[in-house]
């Protein structure tokens, strides 16, 4: 792990960027132009899991109720000298399990007290381990029995209701201890306005919805007028309203008290007092309730101890040297395998403590106990590390690709183990929009009637793959000559969307198509001359002319020119 993780941090140059992307994508390589002193930007990430057993101890106070069954236990707990940095190790924690089973009861966490360090003190091995399970250690001095100090020894204190303020029973203050109260509804008067008429003794007319009149159809019928006919409603005679049939004076029996006037008090429910429901009624104990505290035993006791608690746990994460660049968790975590090789860098055994951190190991290890907030020396405090980590180091580079003469910037993910090529943008996406499909009609119209514009471009369109082809007559494209294609490339962008792919997929075919003569037919003698010319200069751009590059123009030349 340590010798891969220093091979990880080996320095990377453009020469070592060109290797790759040449082994891993030549196709795609052969394509792109990367400077010689092209800027390459770097991040390390370094995955880190870290297995580690933790011992966390905790000052605690348990006070409880000392029952009868638990005297006899809790007397040899008190039965040590009383020093202040006496501690004692419990022979046996029944009395723990049975206040926690039986009686509920829970410690308290203690942070202000005047014990001398409270931790120093031995944590138990076995078999040149920690023990997953440690003894509990209890301060004498702070382990005592004594007279409750909430009822005093009285076994039962004053009734905490406000209302009862230790008397039980007390007479209600609502009915004034009567049990009755006149009603609200009515005011004790028994009756309250009718509902139907609202107290007026009368109600609006159904018959004639309170108009006091009727349309007589058979009187509008025959009449010469244009006018409505009314007659007078037969029901209320024309004033709108009836005598209420449910009331003759307006009034009605309140249904609240039911025509008494009277209603039984709410609280004491006609019983003029109240007893409270909390406290004793008898005796001395009377407006008393057993004390929660003591649980009327009258006597609790306390033990003040060290709880040592050892745990397992582990913690996995991503960190990065700096910040150069961003590189989604999930392209990271796609290069760390699932089965990982775990070593012990760090055990303590008390005052034994044994380091096998390597200048790498300590640096991740510190980022993972920094993140959890544990420590070496102070509690929480870490036992063991078990560490496993893994360094993916992750370059940035720009290149040009040279059919398109366009800027992109790709990255190398896990540069030296498993290098994942992810380009930022895609240099040969074509969309046709309204600028391409217009230079597809201008190419339809140029074909048909032979314009100049179209010969211009068809010859140029002819030269980029007379080009691309001699740049892979020796089966190589190397960087000079990469140079020079894309200085004598120009003009691509007129090429319609079927033109452009066209020359993409020569340019990266492994076998190319054989050449013929309408794949040499220039418009003019002068534009297969100079065709000829720039060709010459792109077999002569590394300096090394070969005869597979001859051979290719020679052939090329009697296409051109058969006779």
């Not at 190419?443 to 211009?456: E, H, L, P, Q, R």
């Not at 010459?536 to 597979?548: H, I, P, Q, V, Y």
Request: proline letters at 4%.
């Amino acid at each position: 792990m340590k010798d891969v993780a220093k091979n990880q941090y080996k320095p990377i140059t453009v020469s070592n960027i060109k290797a790759v992307l040449e082994a891993r994508i030549p196709d795609v390589y052969s394509k792109m132009l990367i400077a010689d002193n092209a800027e390459i930007k770097r991040t390390n990430f370094v995955f880190v899991h870290l297995k580690y057993r933790k011992v966390e101890r905790k000052l605690q106070k348990l006070k409880f109720p000392l029952y009868p069954n638990l005297v006899e236990a809790f007397a040899q707990l008190t039965a040590a000298d009383k020093t202040p940095e006496d501690k004692q190790r419990f022979v046996s924690e029944d009395i723990f399990e049975q206040l926690k089973n039986q009686y509920l009861a829970e410690p308290i966490s203690v942070i202000d007290t005047d014990v001398a360090a409270p931790f120093d003190f031995p944590l138990d091995i076995e078999n040149y381990e920690l023990k997953k399970n440690q003894p509990k250690y209890y301060f004498t001095k702070y382990t005592a029995s004594q007279t409750c100090d909430l009822c005093h020894g009285h076994k039962y204190v004053n009734c905490p209701d406000d209302n009862c303020k230790t008397r039980h029973v007390w007479e209600c203050d609502t009915c004034g201890g009567n049990g009755i109260l006149e009603c609200d509804t009515c005011g004790g008067k028994r009756k309250v306005a009718c509902n139907a008429c609202n107290g007026t003794t009368r109600t609006r007319c159904r018959v004639c919805n309170g108009d006091g009149k009727l349309f007589d159809k058979l009187a509008s019928k025959k009449a010469v007028s244009k006018y409505i006919k009314h007659v007078t409603c037969f029901e209320c005679g024309g004033k709108g309203s009836v005598p209420c049939k449910a009331c003759k004076d307006g009034t009605e029996n309140c249904t609240d008290c039911k025509g008494i006037g009277k209603t039984i008090c709410p609280d004491c429910q006609a019983k003029g007092k109240i007893t409270c429901f909390r406290c004793y009624g008898e005796g001395d104990k009377r407006g008393k309730i057993s004390c929660p505290q003591c649980q009327t035993e009258g006597t609790t006791g306390t033990i003040l101890y060290v709880n040592t608690i050892v745990s397992d746990c582990e913690k996995e994460g991503f960190f990065a040297d700096d910040s150069q660049m961003f590189v989604s968790e999930k392209i990271l975590a796609a290069h760390i395998p699932k089965e990982r090789t775990f070593e012990t860098v760090m055990k303590r055994l008390n005052a034994e403590l044994v380091e096998k951190h390597t200048d790498l190991s300590a640096k991740y290890a510190a980022y993972i106990e920094k993140y959890l907030n544990v420590f070496k020396g102070t509690y929480p405090m870490l036992a063991r590390e078990d560490l496993y980590f893994r360094v993916i180091p992750c370059t940035e580079i720009s290149f040009k690709h040279i059919l398109t003469g366009t800027e992109h910037e790709l990255l190398i993910v896990d540069f030296f183990e498993n290098p994942e090529i992810i380009f930022r943008s895609e240099p040969e996406l074509l969309k046709i929009d309204k600028k391409t499909a217009g230079q597809s009609v201008h190419t339809f119209f140029g074909k048909v009637f032979k314009t100049k514009s179209y010969k211009t471009k068809r010859d140029k369109f002819l030269e980029i793959a007379l080009l691309i082809y001699l740049a892979k007559a020796d089966n190589m494209v190397n960087q000079a000559e990469k140079l020079k294609l894309a200085q004598l490339i120009s003009g691509f962008d007129a090429f319609t969307y079927k033109e452009k792919q066209a020359l993409f997929n020569l340019m990266s075919a492994q076998t190319l198509p054989e050449l013929t003569k309408n794949d040499v037919r220039f418009s003019t003698k002068t534009s297969a001359d100079q065709v000829l010319h720039k060709l010459e200069k792109l077999a002569a751009a590394d300096n090394d002319f070969c005869e597979s590059e001859r051979i290719f123009i020679d052939k090329v030349a009697k296409l051109m020119n058969p006779n």
